[in-house]
């Protein structure tokens, strides 16, 4: 995966390349932080706290991280990294479900 930061009109975006499907994403900065927060060591709870902490205009649940994460095309992932978060976020969903 290669990962270009973009300035245009004082708006801050990361184009993201993935090498094995020549597919491109332009995502913002929050999508952009989420996505990078999720290395296989972080619930979707601690993913949405910790975003909450850094923009604290936002208010993000965990249920709204599970289905972003949901959401995106599995293609766009490492695999190393995507075994990993969807372990550590299909445990998560499975405590929310049952809790």
């Known amino acids: ?6 300035t245009f009109a004082g708006e801050t975006s ?3 390349k993935v090498p094995e499907t020549d597919s491109f994403s332009r995502l913002g900065e929050l999508d952009w932080e989420l ?3 999720c290395d ?11 975003l909450n902490e850094r923009y604290q205009d936002q208010n993000l649940r965990e249920q ?4 972003y994460l949901h959401a995106v095309d599995p ?5 190393g990294a995507a075994e990993k978060t969807s372990a550590s ?9 049952s809790g």
């Open 89 to 97: 976020w299909k445990r998560s969903a499975t405590s929310v479900a």
């Open 75 to 79: 293609n766009f992932w490492e695999r």
């Open 14 to 16: 990361f184009v993201v």
């Open 35 to 37: 996505l990078s927060l």
């Open 40 to 50: 296989g060591g972080r619930t979707p709870a601690e993913v949405a706290q910790a």
């Open 64 to 67: 709204e991280v599970i289905e």
């Open 1 to 6: 995966m290669k990962v270009g930061k973009q």
